[in-house]
């Protein structure tokens, strides 16, 4: 089309809100279509055309009515946007001076006409735009290569490009979009004329969609094109994501959906565009909605995208090579489920893209299933079909299924490969604060109950005051909730139970940021239970919940575990801070614990440069009691008398490994209490 560009037709949108600078910003609908065909050969122009659009909410104010001249009397005896479309192709092919197979392309002052307006609301009332409406020129654009002294594109304008070509012009003859249009074709006389003579080549594209694709760590991304939406509906797809944007260019595969702690979808996404213009104009549908909810959009920086959307692992390339394939989510599958079983379970209604190279589980480091797998299915149509599955049952569980993307693939392949639990390296051992290490039982610590939300290390240090020297190094520690973000409380460890005395009865309630802080004494005992996920109140301790993943089925055969450490050195480390392979026994029933060393960086809120660290080691008790074979046993008070059966407590545990049928034992069942487990208790 460029080498035989015959024609141009020159293009001005008027909406009902914002013009200008600002057309499109505010979501306002269009009212007006303005255009006129300029013959690039001849340098002839056609008859000015003018068509209405009858918009669903109907809002003029004054001044839009004293600016462009219209009534809503007139705008609301026009035609709906579909059918204004269609009469303005048949106009604009039966142009006269428009001959027969004569190409044409629309020609615009910047980008917001097109990409602001029309392609939005199209979208938003699922309108096909002809096929004219995905290429166009900026008039701007072209006008810049023309003339490299003149101003800035931002800067420049109608009235601006047609004062640097002396072109006259005469506000009085014309008014509005009409003013606008003439002096465009004014312009573009000027510029293919001797002596500039340009030739229009070279459009601007708009995508159709937005296209899938992967995205390694090592990809460099441009901080520019980057940007951060937030209040999107969990339900929603990069897809969803696309028509947000639609009129503006997202590059291949740069929708990712951000996942939140527990792997589901928090309402946000990253998203990357093609160029810095782009960025900017997505800047600018800060608030426009998605539905019934307004979506905020923010800037970003590229190492932002990379985290959500940067993958390293080749197996998941491999999966995600085929392009413009829907991806789908199962979760909740059985640990021993095969790629055959989800084939017969999908059935043939729902074709899976390459049979078994369809399907990806999740894994994890050593090889143990989580319980989650993506399926490739090559049509819209044959997802939805799959996706009417959701909860049917797969052997003992019902599935859950969710249509996925390929960002959402690298965010939850990256989350259980990289094993937030990492390995202590040995050198660790000798800078270990020996003189430190309490027994369980001494109340060296205090409680701070109520703390601001926005409160850091510095103003508990300042709270504090004269006790500060008081604090052992390493003796700060912020609790945070599930979210990760500050839960109120935190524990300080003090040097002696008289220090930690003391602080109690001298600082209780004292005030921070216009809020009293409660101050209590405890021991390092309660501290842990607290931070590995218990409560502390007035009836006493609560345990934490069982911080070990989903375990395997029996038949899994795990891997002999390597030391870290000495089993000597072990004893060092406070067991509510290590976590170990499920194949080492744990000291309670409360966590696990061993000989093989991991800490949770996550648990423990950093400290900032210059102040104490959050992170200590406590000695493990000397004579915690053990589970014999073949795990840990859970109680199960308050059952319900006559309708819960062994099969409902299994369906209650489901997920987790537990034993025979034998291992339940009733309270009401005479015959089973000759087992060596105490009443009511199920052994896991």
């Not at 800037?299 to 090579?321: C, M, R």
């Not at 105490?678 to 896991?684: G, S, Y």
Request: glycine fraction near 6%; aromatic fraction near 8%.
């Amino acid at each position: 089309m460029t080498a035989t560009l015959d024609y141009l037709v020159v293009l001005f949108n008027t909406t009902s809100g914002f013009n200008g600078a600002n057309l499109g910003s505010d979501e306002k609908e269009l009212v007006q279509l303005m255009w006129q065909v300029v013959d690039l050969a001849n340098k002839k122009t056609g008859k000015l055309c003018e068509v209405l659009v009858r918009p669903d909410n109907l809002e003029l104010t004054e001044e839009f009515k004293e600016a462009t001249g219209l009534q809503e009397e007139a705008i609301s005896a026009a035609e709906p946007l579909e059918n204004v479309l269609n009469q303005f192709n048949q106009l604009v092919a039966n142009e006269p001076n428009l001959g027969v197979g004569a190409s044409f392309c629309l020609c615009t002052d910047g980008q917001l006409h097109i990409r602001q307006v029309l392609h939005p609301e199209a979208s938003n009332k699922n309108v096909m735009l002809p096929e004219c409406f995905h290429s166009f020129f900026d008039l701007r654009k072209e006008f810049k290569k023309c003339c490299p002294g003149a101003p800035d594109l931002k800067d420049l304008g109608v009235q601006v490009m047609a004062n640097y070509l002396n072109i006259e012009t005469d506000p009085a003859s014309y008014r509005g979009a009409a003013f606008q249009v003439q002096t465009m074709v004014h312009i573009i006389l000027k510029l293919i004329s001797d002596p500039i003579h340009h030739r229009f080549s070279n459009p601007e594209r708009v995508n159709h969609k937005f296209e899938t694709g992967t995205c390694s760590k090592m990809e460099v991304v441009d901080d520019n094109t980057v940007i951060r939406a937030r209040g999107l509906p969990w339900q929603s797809s990069d897809q969803d994501i696309g028509r947000f944007f639609r009129g503006l260019n997202i590059a291949k595969g740069g929708a990712a959906l951000c996942l939140n702690a527990q792997g589901r979808r928090n309402g946000e996404a990253l998203v990357r565009f093609v160029s810095e213009e782009h960025r900017d104009l997505a800047l600018q549908r800060h608030k426009h909605h998605m539905g019934n909810r307004y979506i905020e959009v923010y800037k970003a920086t590229g190492e932002d995208f990379l985290k959500i959307a940067g993958g390293t692992s080749n197996e998941v390339a491999q999966f995600l090579s085929k392009e413009n394939q829907v991806i789908v989510r199962m979760r909740g599958l059985p640990f021993t489920a095969t790629a055959e079983e989800v084939l017969a379970f999908l059935g043939p209604s729902c074709p899976v893209t390459g049979e078994k190279e369809g399907i990806l589980f999740v894994k994890y480091p050593d090889g143990r299933p989580t319980g989650d797998a993506f399926v490739l299915f090559a049509r819209e149509e044959v997802s939805q079909n799959a996706l009417k599955k959701h909860k049917d049952i797969l052997g003992k569980r019902y599935i859950e299924l969710f249509k996925s993307t390929a960002a959402e693939v690298q965010q939850v392949l990256n989350r259980y490969t990289s094993a937030p639990l990492i390995p202590i390296s040995p050198p660790i051992i000798p800078v270990l604060p020996q003189p430190f290490v309490p027994p369980p039982s001494v109340r060296d610590c205090v409680r701070l109950r109520g703390l601001p939300y926005i409160a850091s290390i510095e103003d508990i240090l300042e709270f504090l005051a004269e006790f500060t020297m008081d604090i052992r190094p390493h003796g700060i520690h912020m609790v945070l909730n599930q979210q990760g973000r500050p839960s109120g409380d935190a524990f300080i460890q003090m040097k002696s139970p008289e220090w930690a005395f003391l602080t109690a009865q001298k600082c209780h309630k004292r005030t921070m940021k216009d809020r009293y802080v409660e101050v209590f004494q405890c021991s390092a005992e309660d501290m842990n239970i607290v931070l590995m996920g218990g409560t502390l109140n007035r009836n006493g301790l609560s345990p934490p919940p069982c911080k070990l993943r989903r375990l395997s089925p029996p038949g899994y055969v795990f891997p002999t575990p390597t030391a870290v450490i000495p089993a000597e050195a072990a004893g060092l480390f406070q067991p509510q801070m290590l976590l170990n392979p499920r194949a080492l026994q744990p000291p309670t029933a409360f966590y696990p614990a061993g000989t093989q060393l991991f800490v949770n960086y996550a648990a423990y809120y950093p400290s900032p440069s210059g102040s104490t660290n959050s992170l200590n080691y406590f000695a493990s008790p000397a004579a915690a009691p053990t589970m014999a074979q073949p795990g840990a046993m859970v109680r199960m008070q308050s059952l319900a008398y006559n309708n819960t059966g062994v099969k409902d407590i299994l369906n209650f545990f489901q997920g987790y490994q537990y034993a025979s049928e034998d291992g339940l034992v009733h309270a009401h069942d005479q015959a089973r209490t000759l087992l060596t487990h105490p009443k009511e208790w199920v052994c896991i």
